[in-house]
Nanobody, 120 residues
């Protein structure tokens, strides 16, 4: 059973960048597809991006395409979300998630979340 811990959140001005990390332990990271979700204040959690086990396939929400990049380093058991050209509407708690072998829209494993605040 994999455990996930996010880091890298913070406060940034609009137009800035942040890189979130998701450190995995307790499982064989390369056997899990992983992804990122976010929950803006007062709203439901939404899908952001996902990446396959070997990083050969990625997928993004329309709202972040061209600005966010999901990646992973299986040798370091860590996933990443590079966020550029941030907008105030990107303000949210960001969660990494993992599904064993193939991606599921309802992943079984979740991190505790990290807050991203984009000021205008």
């Amino acid at each position: 059973q994999v455990r996930l811990v996010e880091s890298g959140g913070g406060v940034v001005q609009a137009g800035g960048s942040l890189r979130l990390s998701c450190a995995a332990s307790g499982g064989i990271f390369r056997e899990y597809a992983m992804g990122w979700f976010r929950q803006p204040p007062g709203k439901e959690r939404e899908f952001v991006a996902r990446i396959s086990r070997s990083a050969s396939n990625t997928n993004y929400a329309d709202s972040v395409k061209g600005r966010f990049t999901v990646s992973r380093d299986n040798a370091k058991d860590t996933g990443y979300l590079q966020m550029n050209s941030l907008k105030p509407e990107d303000t949210a708690a960001y969660y990494c998630a993992a599904s064993y072998w193939s991606w599921s829209p309802t992943p079984s494993y979740w991190g505790q979340g990290t807050q991203v605040t984009v000021s205008s």
